[in-house]
Nanobody, 120 residues
Framework: QVRVVESGGGLVQAGGSLRLSCAAS????????MGWYRQAPGNKRELVAD???????NYADSVKGRCTISRDNAKNTVSLQMNSLKPEDTAVYYC??????????????WGQGTQVTVSS
């Protein structure tokens, strides 16, 4: 059983910053990718940023230059530093963790989500 828990969401004014954190716990053999996704009301869930086990990062164009993703492999955690926040960043942010169950099998786990609200 694997548990993924996010923290750090909240209400912030436009131009402000937030740091989201996510911790994976339980029966974990090897974590591949970790990432952050978000979903605003009426929209599909979309990638914000992800990071491979080797540290390669990928960002959505809408957050490039404003967000930084990082991970601590020893603690099975991933964080997202968000700066210069805009009202359009308002969404529920979800943490995604991809584990290697075996050589050919990967398992994906999601957190419950944390609300980020940016006021104008």
């Amino acid at each position: 059983q694997v548990r993924v828990v996010e923290s750090g969401g909240g209400l912030v004014q436009a131009g402000g910053s937030l740091r989201l954190s996510c911790a994976a716990s339980g029966t974990i053999s090897s974590i591949n990718a970790m990432g952050w996704y978000r979903q605003a009301p009426g929209n599909k869930r979309e990638l914000v940023a992800d990071i491979s086990s080797g540290g390669s990062t990928n960002y959505a164009d809408s957050v490039k230059g404003r967000c930084t993703i990082s991970r601590d492999n020893a603690k099975n955690t991933v964080s997202l530093q968000m700066n210069s926040l805009k009202p359009e960043d308002t969404a529920v942010y979800y943490c995604k963790v991809v584990l290697s169950a075996s050589r050919y099998v990967q398992l994906t786990y999601w957190g419950q989500g944390t609300q980020v609200t940016v006021s104008s």
